[in-house]
């Protein structure tokens, strides 16, 4: 069974700082991918970043990316210089490698606040 | 850009009403899935759909719960007697099949049981 643990139920940060979202994982699978999405207050889920396991280079997209440490099972979200809009719920997830098809398995969420 | 579209946005329903939850998935996916929100909790996976059938469905999605595809665009969600504790968002997602891992979310049902 696959499991995503989010330690971070809340986060405040300044405007135009750095901000890490930690997400650890643990799986049997050999293969998977990892995923972050954004819940907005309006309740959709927007898809940010994803690394497959096998993937020798950290993610990156725009200000996000994925600090991916195999070794230690995490698969942290970076974001960079952050605006009042990434104000939102983070969710990791857990899913299929490229080409699956299989369910996600998400975390508890974090969520970030930032501030003026 | 395609989107997953879900309707209604909201619905209310009473205790043992049967609903029927609505989802138009971008036209060439062929992976449909389904998973629900508790308020203030986790997203929960309920179940895959592949090639009219079900793939996989969790512990959650019990008798109570079905889905179709009644024709080549829409794919449904159906609870034949809410109970309380089935109020939450709902979501529906899709993936087209290969090359692609990214599912595509709808923006979500908020289902209200009273």
């Known amino acids: 069974a696959q499991k995503i643990t989010q330690t971070q139920p809340g986060m405040f940060v300044q405007e135009k700082e750095a901000v890490t979202l930690d997400c650890t994982y643990d799986?049997?699978?050999?293969?998977?991918?990892l995923f972050w999405y954004k819940q907005p207050s309006s309740g959709e889920m927007i898809f940010l970043i994803y690394?497959?396991?096998?993937?020798?280079q950290n993610a990156t997209e725009g200000r996000y990316s994925l600090n991916f440490q195999k070794a230690r099972k995490s698969a942290n979200l970076v974001i960079s210089a952050s605006q009042l809009g990434d104000s939102a719920m983070y969710f990791c997830?857990?899913?299929?490698?490229?080409?699956?098809?299989?369910?996600?398995?998400f975390g508890t969420g974090t969520r970030l606040t930032i501030i003026p | 850009e395609p989107e997953v579209t879900q309707t209604p946005s909201h619905q209310v329903t009473q205790m043992g009403q049967e609903v029927i939850l609505r989802c138009v998935p971008i036209?060439?996916?062929?992976?449909f899935y389904w998973y629900r929100q508790i308020l203030g909790q986790k997203v929960e996976f309920l179940v895959s759909?592949?090639?009219?059938?079900?793939?996989?469905k969790s512990e959650i999605f019990d008798d109570q719960f079905s889905v179709e595809r009644p024709d080549g665009s829409n794919f449904t969600l159906k609870i034949r007697s809410t109970k309380l504790e089935d109020s939450a968002m709902y979501f529906c997602?899709?993936?087209?099949?290969?090359?692609?891992?990214?599912?595509?979310f709808g923006p979500g049902t908020r289902l209200t049981v009273t």
């Open positions: 759909f592949y090639n009219n059938e079900i793939s996989e």
């Open positions: 997602a899709s993936i087209r099949a290969g090359g692609s891992y990214e599912q595509y």
């Open positions: 690394q497959g396991s096998y993937d020798q």
């Open positions: 799986t049997s699978d050999p293969s998977y991918g």
């Open positions: 997830a857990m899913g299929p490698p490229n080409f699956g098809n299989e369910k996600l398995t």
């Open positions: 036209s060439n996916h062929l992976y």
